[in-house]
């Protein structure tokens, strides 16, 4: 996966991954009313662009996803057998009642999905999954990968 700084913040972004389901919404910070344009889809108008880090340590894969607000009943994270790892989830919308006024609404609510395709030194079957404080951590251990047995050959002559 190819990762590039970001000119905004120095973040490292993954523009150039495959499987990223971000989708830009150019009227998302727009001064006018949001009537003004058509809805776009609950799907695309929620987390779409849930972030998540991926590290690489000697011993792992480390993903952390911001999932704040979800419970981890919420939050669904599987594996297909061809090895491409799907972290997804939901907000429900808020209950309105008829005697509320709402002032502004910023928090998103809807669906969101990432996937990525693991290396082949993962261990499919180890894999396992924690959420503390809004952020959910998948956790996908490696195999040791075992170095060629090398002989030194003595040269006659």
Not at 68 to 74: D, T, V, Y
Request: glycine share 4%; net charge negative; no cysteine.
């Amino acid at each position: 996966m190819s990762l590039i700084p970001s000119f905004f913040g120095g973040r490292r972004s993954n523009v150039f991954d495959p499987f990223s389901l971000d989708v830009w919404d150019p009227f998302k910070d727009f001064p006018l009313s949001n009537s003004s344009f058509p809805k776009l889809s609950e799907e695309n108008s929620a987390f779409v662009n849930a972030r998540v880090d991926w590290k690489e340590t000697p011993e792992a894969h480390v993903f952390r996803a911001d999932v704040p607000g979800l419970k981890k009943e919420e939050v669904k994270v599987e594996v297909e057998d061809d090895r491409v790892l799907h972290i997804s989830g939901e907000r429900s919308v808020e209950k309105e009642d008829k005697n509320d006024t709402w002032h502004r609404v910023e928090r998103s609510s809807g669906k969101f999905m990432r996937r990525f395709r693991l290396p082949e030194n993962a261990k499919m079957d180890q894999i396992k999954a924690a959420m503390e404080n809004g952020v959910l951590t998948v956790t996908v251990p490696k195999e040791e990968i075992k170095k060629p047995d090398v002989k030194s050959i003595e040269i006659s002559g």
